[in-house]
């Protein structure tokens, strides 16, 4: 096992970018946490750490699914079929969330953080309600969570994919498990690292703690992921049997 | 606080860390029926890595409590892999597996360290026993890992156990979820004014027992008739534990039944 080979350093490196793909993808999901699920601030209303890993580790199946029956995929074959299966599964929470904030709490959407939605240009502070920031999924926080969520996804299918090109020479049918499951690891970690960041809520792209936090919490996964590929790698070599 | 006697975190540590690693080692001794003695260990490790929990979600994370015992399980994950499989790039002595769950506690903290300096230093979280709880976590995660497989799988080799027997079939995600809640839970459970910790670790035992009950079943799958033999030492353990539990918890709400009434003003 030679660790400073190219080829291992850029499999080294594209494990970082798959973490980092993460980490930025929670930026961009609207989570509202515990007051959200008051229909007191805008987002979905869990925490940040459920929507990004269950969107993630949706767009990880779908995309193991996919090198599962095309084993000749190409990397971007597999990142696009994961961001598919986190964006879904985003878009589908998002859409039952929305329907209860609408017909079940009715709550007009509305963000506390901007004045126009940047996307419909309507304007939102006229329907916040006093004493909250915000409610529901507006048109921006959705196109923001689905976004997010495929950049996810993609980084899941990354890790998975530079993964199984180790383990499968080395244990072939055994692989698609132990890849699955450190992928995982390193999902959870890069989820909740910038969920610390955010402090637990925030609204997507145009809120104005996007700007502020991204970059310390990008640089922080961004080094733990590098980590975690050092790490990947290296038990590549102890499955000699 | 201060009338209540504490068990000191090092104290706690030493528990979770010699208790684990204990169990985890006389894990493979007489195969299958020593299995049980993984999960045993695992239940020390959660013990210690649920008060961790308690002493650095206390400051309040803004994410909840649920969200570090999710990444105390990712990085546990990591450095359990990590561990048990370097043993055969660093040596082709057989004997070289006995270092795997040691090494897999050492990676575990460097990991837990590098995690926690950057969210105290970079993310500035502002928890000044952040890097060390960090620390703690992710070292309890890992071994709660180990500790849980090799109840499953019946040792602690992982290219010959752990894959066939606990990741290929699944047991893994199981001991990853549950064994989460199992450190997560009680501190989740318990938090507010008035949280005691002697009442957290009876329900840390608890959950690490039910967890040991759960993996249990799993070892019927895998190791045969001593999975039961977990299964019932789990759900005893359970009993026990939630019944201390119980009590503590109408001991301690003793003294909030006891104010009486609101005393009737004068009208």
Same mark, same amino acid.
């Given at each position: 096992?030679?660790? %400073?080979?190219?080829?291992t350093i850029i499999?080294i490196?594209?494990i970082?970018?798959?973490?980092?793909?993460?980490?930025?993808?929670? *930026?961009?999901i609207?989570?509202?946490? =515990?007051p959200?699920a008051?229909?007191q601030?805008t987002?979905?209303?869990?925490?940040?750490v459920e929507?990004?890993?269950?969107?993630g %580790?949706?767009g990880?199946?779908?995309?193991?699914?996919?090198?599962?029956?095309?084993?000749?995929?190409?990397?971007?074959?597999?990142?696009?079929a994961?961001a598919?299966? /986190? #964006?879904?599964? %985003?878009a589908?929470?998002?859409?039952?969330?929305g329907?209860i904030?609408?017909?079940?709490?009715?709550?007009?959407? /509305?963000?506390?953080q901007?004045?126009k939605?940047p996307?419909?240009?309507?304007? &939102?502070?006229?329907?916040?309600?006093? +004493?909250t920031q915000?409610q529901?999924?507006?048109?921006?926080c959705f196109?923001?969570?689905?976004? +997010?969520? #495929?950049l996810?996804g993609?980084?899941?299918?990354l890790?998975?994919?530079v993964?199984?090109?180790?383990y499968?020479?080395?244990?072939?049918? *055994?692989?698609?498990a132990v =890849?699955?499951?450190?992928?995982?690891?390193?999902?959870?970690?890069?989820?909740?690292i910038?969920?610390?960041?955010?402090?637990?809520?925030i609204e997507?792209? *145009?809120?104005?703690k996007f700007?502020?936090?991204?970059? !310390?919490?990008?640089?922080?996964?961004?080094?733990?992921?590098?980590?975690?590929?050092i790490?990947a790698?290296l038990?590549?070599?102890?499955?000699?049997? | 606080?201060?009338?209540? !006697?504490?068990?000191?975190?090092?104290?706690l @540590?030493?528990f979770?860390?010699i208790? $684990?690693?204990?169990?985890?080692? %006389?894990?493979p001794i007489?195969?299958p029926?020593?299995?049980?003695?993984?999960?045993?260990?695992?239940?020390?490790?959660?013990?210690?890595?649920?008060?961790?929990?308690?002493?650095? #979600? !206390?400051?309040?994370?803004?994410?909840?409590?649920?969200?570090?015992?999710q990444?105390? @399980? $990712?990085?546990?994950?990591?450095?359990?892999?990590?561990?048990?499989?370097?043993?055969?790039v660093?040596?082709k002595?057989p004997?070289?597996?006995?270092a795997g769950?040691?090494?897999a506690?050492?990676?575990?903290?460097?990991?837990?360290f590098i995690?926690?300096?950057?969210a &105290?230093?970079?993310? !500035?979280m502002?928890i000044?026993?952040?890097?060390?709880?960090?620390?703690?976590i =992710?070292a309890?995660?890992?071994?709660?890992?180990?500790g849980?497989s090799? #109840?499953?799988?019946?040792?602690?080799?992982f290219?010959?156990?752990?894959?066939p027997?606990?990741?290929?079939n699944?047991v893994?995600?199981?001991?990853?979820?549950?064994?989460?809640?199992?450190?997560? *839970?009680?501190?989740?459970?318990c938090?507010?004014?008035d949280?005691?910790?002697?009442?957290?670790?009876?329900l840390?035992?608890?959950?690490? /027992?039910?967890?040991?009950?759960l993996m249990?079943i799993?070892?019927?799958?895998?190791?045969?008739?001593? +999975? /039961?033999?977990?299964?019932?030492v789990?759900?005893i353990?359970?009993?026990?534990?939630?019944?201390?539990?119980?009590?503590?918890v109408?001991?301690?709400a003793?003294s909030?039944?006891?104010?009486?009434?609101?005393p009737?003003t004068?009208?």
């Amino acid at each position: 096992m030679v660790l %400073l080979a190219t080829t291992t350093i850029i499999d080294i490196l594209l494990i970082g970018l798959s973490g980092t793909l993460i980490c930025l993808a929670v *930026h961009f999901i609207p989570v509202g946490g =515990a007051p959200a699920a008051m229909a007191q601030a805008t987002g979905i209303g869990t925490g940040t750490v459920e929507l990004a890993a269950g969107s993630g %580790l949706v767009g990880l199946i779908t995309s193991s699914y996919m090198y599962a029956y095309e084993p000749s995929a190409d990397v971007y074959l597999v990142m696009a079929a994961g961001a598919m299966g /986190a #964006a879904i599964m %985003l878009a589908s929470t998002m859409l039952a969330g929305g329907l209860i904030y609408a017909y079940g709490v009715a709550v007009p959407f /509305a963000s506390a953080q901007v004045k126009k939605d940047p996307i419909t240009g309507e304007r &939102q502070d006229t329907y916040v309600s006093k +004493g909250t920031q915000g409610q529901g999924i507006p048109t921006i926080c959705f196109v923001s969570g689905v976004v +997010g969520s #495929a950049l996810g996804g993609a980084g899941g299918g990354l890790i998975y994919f530079v993964l199984m090109g180790y383990y499968s020479p080395l244990i072939t049918t *055994h692989a698609a498990a132990v =890849a699955g499951v450190f992928t995982m690891g390193v999902f959870y970690v890069n989820s909740v690292i910038p969920s610390y960041g955010v402090g637990g809520t925030i609204e997507g792209v *145009h809120d104005p703690k996007f700007k502020r936090v991204v970059p !310390k919490d990008v640089f922080t996964s961004a080094v733990v992921s590098m980590l975690c590929g050092i790490v990947a790698i290296l038990i590549a070599g102890g499955m000699t049997a | 606080m201060s009338d209540i !006697k504490e068990i000191s975190p090092a104290q706690l @540590m030493l528990f979770g860390i010699i208790g $684990g690693l204990v169990g985890i080692y %006389l894990t493979p001794i007489f195969p299958p029926y020593t299995s049980i003695l993984g999960a045993i260990g695992a239940i020390c490790a959660v013990i210690w890595g649920a008060e961790a929990v308690r002493r650095v #979600a !206390k400051y309040g994370l803004g994410t909840g409590v649920p969200s570090i015992g999710q990444i105390a @399980m $990712g990085m546990g994950i990591i450095a359990a892999m990590f561990g048990l499989a370097i043993v055969k790039v660093l040596t082709k002595d057989p004997r070289g597996i006995y270092a795997g769950p040691i090494l897999a506690l050492i990676t575990a903290s460097i990991i837990g360290f590098i995690i926690g300096w950057f969210a &105290q230093n970079v993310i !500035k979280m502002k928890i000044p026993v952040m890097i060390r709880c960090m620390t703690e976590i =992710a070292a309890s995660g890992a071994l709660i890992i180990i500790g849980f497989s090799a #109840a499953v799988a019946g040792n602690y080799d992982f290219v010959g156990s752990f894959i066939p027997l606990v990741f290929d079939n699944g047991v893994i995600l199981a001991v990853f979820w549950v064994g989460a809640v199992a450190m997560l *839970h009680p501190f989740n459970a318990c938090l507010g004014p008035d949280e005691k910790q002697k009442r957290l670790l009876y329900l840390a035992g608890s959950t690490g /027992a039910i967890t040991m009950a759960l993996m249990g079943i799993a070892a019927i799958m895998t190791l045969g008739k001593m +999975g /039961a033999v977990t299964l019932l030492v789990g759900i005893i353990l359970w009993l026990i534990f939630y019944k201390k539990f119980w009590d503590e918890v109408y001991n301690d709400a003793a003294s909030v039944l006891g104010t009486g009434l609101i005393p009737k003003t004068e009208a």
